[in-house]
């Protein structure tokens, strides 16, 4: 029987509130129910039911890590909260492994082993079991390491990596975010209307989507799309030239939707503004989304593209701005029909 457990999840570093937002959304599709408890710089503590929360790791692409909390104490060396890990560890081996986030705290990793060899902890560099134990903001957390993200685990699908480049392409770090905030599921159909060379639908085929559907209003790019996905064998792709505005699509047949809409810097809008655009994709989005369901965009922060969500009747979830260089800071919205 599956229980309510607590765990603590580290973020990547980058872009901490939509990394607690993507962590929300992995828990929306993966957990049969779940809290945030506590939110810290670098370090989430949360209660899910959830029978394998090595996928959170796997999904994610801004929380590095995940583990079943033991104890959280101050970011001193306390003698109870060690005695609180030495109980819960037992006589079982552990390999320690502490850190301290942007210099919180000031014990060091040997001085722990050394408090915890003399509670009767048996800590050995190859021990099975990784003991984690994390000062940040005046405390100390310690669990038990479940799944952690390989360095580089992103790099070989990178957009100069793939077949067909396109500037202006998302990594694809960002990309698996966009889509893991849109609550796809595995099994799920998946919709980009501006998908260039298919970013956001490579990262919706390795989630497990049933159906990804790739559409573009650049032909070039719907074949450079097409060709990508293939190289990474996502054979449940439709890549299609179509207008974002009129998608060849029955009403509520899309389960998902993560886009990014044009903003006429390294992509063209053929004429139209960022505001006309958008507007009528998301009056679109809005026809072919199932009710209830999650739609993940982006635009310029001084455009203002979550008013445009409202004004199509679609419910606001979410706002989160992203600094990308002096004259643009994207933002991006989360909202559902």
Known sequence: MVELKTFYAVLSGDYEGLAVEE??????VESRGYSIDQVFEGVVLFKALIEDPEVIVSRAGYIREVGELITIGSEDLELWW???????????SVRVEASRYKGYGSFSEPELVRMLTSLGVRCRLDGSTVLRVITTEGVTIAGVRLATREPGSFAGRMPRKRPVFKPGTLPPKLSRLFVNLSRLRKGDVFLDPFCGVGGFALEACLLGASKVICGDIDREAVVGALENLKHYTCHATLAIQSNSTKTPLASETVDAIATDPPYGRSTTTKGASYEELTLSFLEEARRVLKRGHYLVYAGPYEKKPWILARRTGLEVLGRYHMFVHGSLVREIVIART
């Open 82 to 92: 060690v005695r609180e890990i030495a109980r819960t560890i037992g006589g079982g």
């Open 23 to 28: 962590l929300k959304s992995i828990l929306d």
